[in-house]
Each structure stands twice: as C-alpha cells, then as structure tokens.
C-alpha cells in the first residue's frame, strides 16, 4: 500500500468503545484493516481475549474477539477527503463499485458518508464534514 494523502481524522463508536470492536476472530479480520483501510497493528494480546490495537494518523480502534456481536456495532470515521477515501479503498482492493454517497445531518453538521461492511461484520461510515 503506498503512503496516503487521506487523513483519517476521528473515529466515534456506534456502542460504547470504538477500542473494544467485537469480531469472531481477530486473525481473520487483521488484513482488511491493514491492506484496505491501511490501519496499521500498534498492539495485540490474548488476555482477558485476544485482541489488537490499530492505528491511523492519529485515530487507535481496538478490534477484540469478546463474544459480542459485530453486526451490530462499528465506527463512524471523519476523513478529510471523503471521495479520495473511496478511490482509496478501491486501490487497495476493495471490490465495492459505487460509494452511493448520501448527505447525513447530525446536529448542525451536514457530512458526505459512504458505509462499508468489513468481512466480519463491522459497519463503518466514513464522511466528510460540509460547509
């Protein structure tokens, strides 16, 4: 993967702890993460469950084999360049076609949002604040 201008700029959970993301098995999920999103592995370890702590630019989300459900929780990623992070994606080798981007207000904030479903089922939104 070569380096990338998209900053990926925060990351807020869909539950409780973006550091606590459950999946059914970390070794399976590691290299979507790693080659797709470009995260990169900081930590892991096998206690109390084996789990790994990924890093980009300044955001840490922690993926944990904890018995919880992972279709029901996820991250919403704040990116600086919300298209480029989509042409990103695809270069890395995400076989996703269309971004069908959308509008999304929360509060008083418009975002341009894509979604992505990882192979262990974790959602995630990743957009772009509007002016």
């Known amino acids: 993967m070569k380096t990338s201008k998209v900053i990926y700029k925060n990351a807020w959970p869909y539950q409780q702890d973006s550091m606590n993301l459950p999946v059914e098995d970390v070794d399976f999920a590691l290299p979507f993460y790693e ?42 990623f704040e990116v600086n360049d919300v298209e480029d992070a989509f042409e990103e994606l695809k270069a890395n080798g995400f076989s996703k076609v269309d971004p069908d981007f959308s509008l999304q207000r929360h509060g008083t904030t418009s975002w341009k949002v894509f979604f992505i479903v990882a192979p262990d089922g974790l959602c995630y939104c990743i957009g772009e604040r509007q002016n």
């Open 35 to 76: 080659n797709i999103l470009g995260f990169k592995r900081t930590s892991q370890s096998n206690s109390p469950h084996k789990s790994v702590v990924l890093k980009r630019n300044d955001i840490e989300i922690g993926l944990v084999e904890n018995g919880g459900d992972p279709t029901q929780d996820g991250c919403f």
